[in-house]
């Protein structure tokens, strides 16, 4: 594995755990249109992608065409439930305290979305001028447009960006996109997987706690580097 000059967080069931929470809303939004699913549904096909992408997949999947206001109508359900059960994931606040290189946040979300997680959770100061959402690219997760978008913000060759993900389509398109992909699998939507390669997705390594964090990227970091080389 090349030296690690950058990493790039997932938001979405990585720094934050809110995957159950808003498959909860979309389940429960979606049967009053006659669309039912369940929660094993929503991880196998929408964890990780877009909401355009979620909503095209209803329409070609279920032929139903979701009414103007169903996207706004869920945003504002899913932040009022975040204002009251959203929580960072466990060591995040310590882990990145303590990386002594760049990072950055690649995201599906939306950026109004993306703001008011950071900013529940108490992760708004430490990405300020750190946050890319998938609305800067033409195609979002699995497309690798974002991440080589962030790529090319530091100026960093992407062998040198090590991608932290939860979803298969994030590690695809950390994949396509030539870059090393560690997957975090400690988020509740998450915990019932068993080892093997259902657990790692594909990716190179899959860790549960961000408490070791730090330790595990010993070794794998140039000397030099700093925090603050954000283009």
């Known amino acids: 594995m090349s030296q690690v000059r950058l990493v790039i967080f997932d938001c979405d ?29 929503v991880a196998q096909h929408f964890l990780g992608r877009s909401f355009p992408t979620v909503r095209d997949h209803i329409r070609t999947a279920f032929g139903v065409k979701l009414p103007r206001g169903f996207e706004d109508s869920y945003r504002t359900r899913l932040i009022d439930t ?20 760049p990072y950055h946040l690649a995201t599906s979300s939306s950026p109004p979305r993306l703001a008011r997680s950071l900013d529940i959770t108490g992760l708004a100061d430490l990405f300020s001028g750190r946050t890319s959402t998938a609305s800067e690219v033409a195609r979002g997760k699995p497309a690798p447009d974002l991440f ?21 389509a994030g590690i695809m398109a950390a994949q396509a996109a030539g870059m090393p992909v560690w997957r975090f699998t400690g988020g509740s939507h998450l915990s019932q997987l068993t080892n093997g390669p259902d657990r790692t997705g594909g990716a190179a390594l899959s860790f549960d706690s961000f408490a070791d964090f730090p330790a595990r ?15």
């Open 13 to 41: 069931g990585v720094l934050i755990d809110s995957e159950v929470i808003s498959a909860r809303i979309l389940i429960d939004d979606l049967a009053r249109h006659d669309v039912a699913i369940d929660a094993g549904y």
């Open 82 to 101: 975040f204002q009251t059960d959203l929580r960072p994931m466990p060591h995040i606040h310590a882990a990145l305290g303590a990386l002594e290189l």
């Open 148 to 168: 080589l978008h962030v790529a090319a913000r530091y100026a960093i060759p992407p062998q040198h960006c090590l991608v932290i993900e939860d979803s298969i």
């Open 217 to 231: 990227l010993a070794g794998l970091t140039p000397p030099a580097q700093t925090k603050d080389r954000a283009r």
